[in-house]
């Protein structure tokens, strides 16, 4: 039977250039000369630090630009508290993989709900969506991206 998988996933070696990336255009844009800004990327986690709130919101528009440009969808960037502590600021934005617990519960849903000929079952943090028809499949794929604001893939198409 026709299957394929619907995942949300980040490509960590993207991820690491886009954040060699930033870190490079910050050192040298003239507005940052003599701050010391920068990103840490630790597993999924960037940390920003920057002189002040304006900078890491300069920050966090050229992460958007070079993210975006590596093929990240910036819907799984999750953005923390802005801390400053003495004469700087702070801030860890999360990417995030796999889709959560409620949100493949709500994707299974509107599945059942438009009357798919297909079925979709939750395997840990992707689910897997099986039917006779390849149509229905693709019919499927066209309706959660139009009705889902998730940053979502779908893997192993199988006929």
Not at 117 to 141: F, Y
Request: charged share 35%; aromatic share 6%; net charge positive.
């Amino acid at each position: 039977m026709p299957s394929f998988d619907i995942v949300s996933e980040v490509d960590k070696h993207e991820l690491t250039n886009a954040v060699d990336q930033m870190n490079r255009e910050v050192s040298n844009r003239f507005d940052f000369k003599g701050s010391d800004a920068k990103v840490i990327l630790k597993d999924f986690d960037m940390n920003l630090e920057a002189a002040s709130d304006f900078q890491l919101k300069q920050m966090r528009d050229i992460m958007v630009n070079k993210l975006s440009k590596r093929g990240i969808d910036n819907r799984s960037l999750e953005r923390g508290k802005v801390e400053e502590r003495g004469l700087r600021a702070y801030q860890t934005i999360t990417v995030k993989c796999g889709i959560e617990k409620e949100d493949a519960k709500k994707i299974s849903k509107l599945i059942k709900d438009k009357k798919f000929k297909v079925q979709a079952a939750i395997q840990g943090e992707q689910i897997r969506v099986t039917g006779k028809k390849r149509d229905d499949l693709q019919a499927v794929m066209a309706c959660l991206k139009a009705d889902i604001d998730l940053p979502l893939q779908f893997n192993n198409f199988r006929d």
